[in-house]
Every structure is written in structure tokens, then in C-alpha cells.
């Protein structure tokens, strides 16, 4: 049976972030890497990105103003909530009610409704949804721990944006039958990497950014959590320098609450010279990030999904990283990458040391990231959608 087209429907994305117009504020980039990939499938995209109102004190919400491109039009309505997780399942949240009023204020109408993440966004879909009978598919981006958590606890907010949605999508193929015990229509969807991803030379990349042009380099980027592992890199390179690797430069680049206990431990073990914490990237700098690095290493605990995995193996860079309920199913085999247990930071050095001494095919790696591209990932979705489409 053909899919159903989609040119004559309008598509309501509900996120808990989404990057402003310029970029600025790049939380949910992935989301908007997926409007931009599905924009030409329909007549017309509402996104609703509530962001916690803080009278303009955080540059997030200096940031996200309301803004519309091509036919996409994005509303980022003001509102207070405290986590779920931390309020023993008490609503302190009034993200349905800002949603709700975008929609009547603006007079929106739809056919479709993609909700990313369970909490709030599949919760207020499933609202939505009783509301105006309109079909919903959620996305499921939670990482493994988070979601364990939403399993254990089990709110009737979680189940009933399980137990509601027309389809679920988990970014990940570990919780298929976690997610079946509430709905049976549960698919394996992996996020899609943006088509500015694409291998280039390593020395004209590293003399644009001002790098040496026969260093060892590895690049690591993401959120300054602890969860994030950066503290098992930095001791990873501790260990190298240790057993005679000094040529070895690492680059972590992002921001966060963790930086300063990342720059304490720099200090700690004397690796001013050989790591470096470069701060934010823009979208277009870390395309020269990828291609510039030998390697990009991903040390997580834990990742639902892990984009910037996809991103550094669509430009030829192999990749360096963990046994975290995400990484295992793309680092397919070792032509990719390596792969080590989290919280090892010798056994991170180790796979970094290897990775040295291996020759890589960057023309293999680029081959095998197609399947995340956008227009695979287009394809999938707007199957997804011809499903339930009234």
C-alpha cells in the first residue's frame, strides 16, 4: 500500500528545546536538523518549544524568540515547571496550558502531532490528541538511565503518552520490549545527521583552525555533565602521557556546570599542554572539528542515541567510545571505531593508543553514515506518518 502523501497536511512538532534563529541557543539541534529534513513533505510546520521564563535573566530566553522560515513557523511560549522526576509526580508545570494557549492565541490547525521525549512533550501530545482527535507519534530520545527511571516510576503522565501515541519511536533498539508492554506500534528510528556533514582533507581544515598540521589529535564535544565521561578522557590522557604519548593533543569542546571540576583536574595532573577545553562550537566550526581530528572520542555512561557519534563518521573520522546503551549498536564493527566499558579510563587509553597504530578508510566510515543521512531518515519518518495520517 503506497504511504499517504503529505504536501495538503500541516505537522505540529512539540519539543523542550529548539535552537533560536541564529543558532545561538542550540539545544534540540537534532530537532531542527529533523523540520528541515521533513519541511518539503509538508504544506506547513508548527513547532512549540515552551522555555522556562526567567524575566530575560538566562541568554536562553533572550534568545528564543518567536520566528518563521520558509514554512516552518517556530513559538516559544514562557512558562515555570520543576522536574517530574524530583516533584514525586506532583505537576509543577504549566507547559500543556502554554502550549494549549499557542495554539488558540495563533489559531493553529493541524493534522499531525511529533512529540520528542516523553516528559512533557508525549504527555501534552496525548492531551492534545484527547482534546482535538488529532494522531501522534513520539519520539522517545530519553537516554538509558532517564528512561529507567521513567519505567521505575511509572506516572500515569508517562504511561498515558505511551499507552495513547499512534506510534513510538526509541532512537535505540534496547527498550523495544519495555515500551511493548504499553503499546505494541513501537519502531527503532535513529536520529538523522545534517547533509553539512561530509569528509575533508585534514590539513587544510587544520591550517584554517590554526592547528598543527602533523599532530595527534583527538576531539571530543558535548554537555559538561558527568555523565558525559570527559573526567575518564582527561585521566585517559594522564595515562598516555604517563607512558610516553605526549605528542597527543586533545580537544573537548562545550560548556556546562562540570567545566571547572574538567579545568581542576587539567591542573591536577599537569595537561595544560596536551588538553585543551575550547568552549562552544558553532554548528559550521564543528564540521572543521570532525574533519580535523584523527579521532573523536564519545567516553558517555550513558546515551539515548548520541548524534554527534553519526556527525564525526559522516565526515570519515573514526570514533573512540563507550558501551552505552547507544554507541554499541552504530560502532558495528571495527572499521568504525572502538568501542570500551564506560568509567575505564585506562581502558580508554588503551583503545586510543590502538587506534594510533591502525590505518583507517575514511571512504568505508562516510559509506556506512549514509544510512543516517537526512533522506534516509525523511523516507522513514514520512512512512511513519503516512500510517496514521486521517
Same mark, same amino acid.
Given at each position: 500500500?503506497?504511504?499517504?502523501?503529505?504536501?495538503?497536511?500541516?505537522?505540529?512538532?512539540?519539543?523542550?528545546?529548539?535552537?533560536?534563529?541564529? /543558532?545561538?541557543?542550540?539545544?534540540?539541534? $537534532?530537532?531542527?536538523?529533523?523540520?528541515?529534513?521533513?519541511k518539503?513533505?509538508?504544506?506547513?510546520?508548527?513547532?512549540?518549544?515552551?522555555?522556562?521564563?526567567?524575566?530575560?535573566?538566562?541568554?536562553?530566553?533572550r534568545?528564543?524568540?518567536?520566528?518563521?522560515?520558509?514554512?516552518?513557523?517556530?513559538?516559544?511560549?514562557?512558562?515555570?515547571?520543576?522536574?517530574?522526576?524530583?516533584?514525586?509526580g506532583?505537576?509543577?508545570?504549566?507547559?500543556?496550558r502554554?502550549?494549549?494557549? #499557542?495554539?488558540?492565541?495563533?489559531?493553529?490547525?493541524?493534522?499531525l502531532?511529533?512529540?520528542?521525549?516523553?516528559?512533557?512533550?508525549?504527555?501534552?501530545?496525548?492531551?492534545? &490528541?484527547?482534546?482535538?482527535? #488529532?494522531?501522534?507519534? !513520539?519520539?522517545?530520545?530519553?537516554?538509558?538511565?532517564?528512561?529507567?527511571?521513567?519505567?521505575?516510576?511509572?506516572?500515569?503522565?508517562?504511561?498515558?503518552?505511551?499507552?495513547? =501515541?499512534?506510534?513510538?519511536?526509541?532512537?535505540?533498539?534496547?527498550d523495544?520490549?519495555?515500551?511493548?508492554?504499553?503499546?505494541?506500534?513501537?519502531?527503532?528510528?535513529?536520529?538523522?545527521?545534517?547533509?553539512?556533514?561530509?569528509?575533508?582533507?585534514?590539513?587544510?581544515?587544520?591550517?584554517?583552525i590554526?592547528?598543527?598540521?602533523? =599532530?595527534k589529535?583527538? $576531539?571530543?564535544?558535548? /554537555?559538561? !555533565?558527568?555523565?558525559?565521561?570527559?573526567?575518564d578522557?582527561?585521566? =585517559?590522557?594522564?595515562?598516555?602521557?604517563?607512558?610516553?604519548?605526549?605528542?597527543?593533543?586533545?580537544?573537548?569542546?562545550?560548556?556546562?556546570?562540570?567545566?571547572?571540576?574538567?579545568?581542576?583536574?587539567?591542573?591536577?595532573?599537569?595537561?595544560?599542554? /596536551?588538553?585543551?577545553?575550547?568552549?562552544?562550537?558553532?554548528?559550521?566550526?564543528?564540521v572543521?572539528w570532525?574533519?580535523?581530528?584523527?579521532?573523536?572520542?564519545?567516553?558517555?555512561?550513558?546515551?539515548?542515541?548520541?548524534?554527534?557519534?553519526?556527525?564525526? !563518521?559522516?565526515?570519515?573520522?573514526?570514533?573512540?567510545?563507550?558501551?552505552?546503551?547507544?554507541?554499541?549498536?552504530?560502532?558495528?564493527?571495527?572499521?568504525?571505531?572502538?568501542?570500551?566499558?564506560?568509567?575505564?579510563?585506562?581502558?580508554?587509553?588503551e583503545a586510543?593508543?590502538?587506534?594510533?597504530?591502525?590505518?583507517?578508510?575514511?571512504?568505508?566510515?562516510?559509506?556506512? =553514515?549514509?544510512?543516517?543521512?537526512?533522506?534516509?531518515?525523511?523516507?522513514?519518518l514520512?512512512?511513519? $506518518?503516512? &500510517?496514521?495520517?486521517?
Amino acid at each position: 500500500m503506497p504511504t499517504k502523501s503529505l504536501k495538503d497536511k500541516t505537522l505540529l512538532v512539540i519539543t523542550p528545546g529548539f535552537p533560536d534563529e541564529n /543558532n545561538k541557543s542550540i539545544m534540540g539541534i $537534532f530537532v531542527k536538523d529533523q523540520v528541515n529534513a521533513l519541511k518539503s513533505e509538508f504544506k506547513e510546520i508548527y513547532v512549540i518549544a515552551p522555555i522556562f521564563s526567567t524575566l530575560k535573566l538566562s541568554s536562553r530566553e533572550r534568545y528564543c524568540q518567536n520566528y518563521t522560515y520558509e514554512n516552518v513557523s517556530v513559538f516559544y511560549p514562557r512558562s515555570f515547571y520543576l522536574p517530574l522526576l524530583y516533584t514525586f509526580g506532583k505537576k509543577i508545570d504549566n507547559r500543556l496550558r502554554a502550549v494549549l494557549n #499557542t495554539i488558540e492565541r495563533n489559531n493553529l490547525s493541524f493534522d499531525l502531532i511529533h512529540a520528542h521525549f516523553t516528559w512533557p512533550s508525549g504527555y501534552i501530545s496525548q492531551q492534545i &490528541k484527547e482534546k482535538f482527535n #488529532t494522531p501522534y507519534i !513520539l519520539t522517545v530520545h530519553e537516554n538509558r538511565k532517564w528512561f529507567q527511571r521513567e519505567l521505575d516510576r511509572e506516572y500515569t503522565e508517562y504511561t498515558k503518552a505511551w499507552k495513547n =501515541a499512534d506510534i513510538i519511536l526509541r532512537v535505540n533498539m534496547k527498550d523495544y520490549e519495555s515500551l511493548k508492554k504499553y503499546n505494541p506500534g513501537v519502531y527503532y528510528q535513529p536520529n538523522s545527521v545534517g547533509g553539512m556533514f561530509e569528509f575533508a582533507e585534514k590539513i587544510p581544515i587544520r591550517k584554517q583552525i590554526g592547528l598543527q598540521e602533523d =599532530a595527534k589529535i583527538i $576531539f571530543a564535544f558535548g /554537555n559538561h !555533565l558527568k555523565s558525559k565521561g570527559f573526567h575518564d578522557l582527561i585521566n =585517559a590522557m594522564k595515562i598516555l602521557m604517563e607512558s610516553g604519548n605526549k605528542t597527543i593533543q586533545c580537544y573537548i569542546g562545550g560548556s556546562g556546570f562540570y567545566s571547572s571540576e574538567m579545568r581542576r583536574l587539567i591542573r591536577k595532573h599537569n595537561l595544560s599542554d /596536551n588538553v585543551k577545553l575550547i568552549g562552544p562550537i558553532n554548528r559550521n566550526d564543528i564540521v572543521n572539528w570532525f574533519n580535523a581530528a584523527d579521532f573523536y572520542v564519545m567516553p558517555s555512561h550513558h546515551e539515548s542515541f548520541g548524534i554527534t557519534v553519526i556527525e564525526a !563518521l559522516s565526515s570519515g573520522t573514526p570514533v573512540i567510545t563507550t558501551y552505552n546503551g547507544a554507541s554499541e549498536f552504530i560502532i558495528e564493527n571495527e572499521n568504525l571505531g572502538l568501542l570500551v566499558n564506560p568509567k575505564s579510563p585506562k581502558k580508554l587509553a588503551e583503545a586510543i593508543e590502538e587506534a594510533f597504530q591502525r590505518k583507517w578508510d575514511s571512504k568505508f566510515i562516510t559509506k556506512f =553514515a549514509a544510512k543516517y543521512s537526512e533522506k534516509a531518515f525523511c523516507k522513514s519518518l514520512t512512512n511513519y $506518518f503516512g &500510517k496514521i495520517v486521517k
